[in-house]
């Protein structure tokens, strides 16, 4: 029976394990355990190519980059908390120092765009050629 991706059982242990360890031998014994070492070498490069294999292990490798990369509001929610000082994931021998929390404090500000200068001016200034050179060239 095939799951929803369209792989079997094996296939799917195999792509599993193909994900974790990057090796496509060992990922078919694992999935195959009576076959040989000859034929998971052939037949394990084989199958991660597959169109339903190797789309699996593309779903599970954007999966799990995914769930490690921070969005934008948890960067802030983050700098947030670490401003205010309550931090809720470090444990409670773990503390904020006033330093890291002025520094989360001016990426806040500067997220927001806090520190730009109160007043900004536009200076136009005209170019003014003067030709002090004199005489034509060739005049001598």
Do not use: C
Request: glycine letters at 4%; a negative charge.
């Amino acid at each position: 029976m095939k799951n929803e991706w369209g792989l079997t059982p094996s296939e799917e242990i195999f792509a599993i394990e193909y994900f974790t360890t990057k090796n496509a031998t060992q990922a078919y014994l694992t999935a195959y355990p009576d076959a040989s070492y000859t034929t998971a070498n052939s037949n394990g490069h084989i199958l991660k190519d597959k169109p339903e294999v190797k789309a699996f292990i593309k779903f599970l490798m954007d999966t799990v980059r995914n769930d490690r990369i921070m969005t934008a509001e948890e960067v802030l929610v983050g700098l947030s908390d670490i401003a205010k000082g309550n931090d809720t994931k470090l444990s409670r021998h773990q503390k904020i120092y006033t330093k890291d929390r002025v520094k989360a404090l001016e990426l806040l500000a500067k997220h927001y765009q806090l520190l730009t200068e109160v007043s900004k001016q536009e200076i136009e200034q005209k170019v003014v050629i003067v030709d002090d050179i004199g005489g034509d060239v060739g005049d001598e």
